[in-house]
């Protein structure tokens, strides 16, 4: 299983959830990836972003979220080609 944690507006792919929760997920033997999006301002753009990792339909993934990496996690659920198996939102930014 590939888990792609997703940050939020301010965050980066070393905050302190990411960090923890992916050495749980690789303790557990998934692999793990963090897109960094700092340099995207726009939902849109990280959505778009993390949609280039889901191009793969035989990879079983599941997505999580924090903040703004909710939101996009979710519109990038809705919007591919590879099935996303499961999403995992902390404190989502829905409204965005």
Known sequence: ????????????????????????????GHEVLAPDYREMPSPEDRARHLL??????ERDTILVG???????SLVATARSVSPVRGIFLMAPALYL
Do not use: T
Request: glycine share 10%.
């Open 66 to 72: 924090s903040s703004m990496g909710g939101y996009i």
């Open 52 to 57: 280039e990792f889901l191009q793969d339909p």
């Open 1 to 28: 299983m590939r888990i792609i944690f997703s940050h939020g507006k301010e965050g980066s792919p070393e905050s302190r959830k990411i960090v923890q929760l992916s050495r749980l997920a690789e303790a557990a």
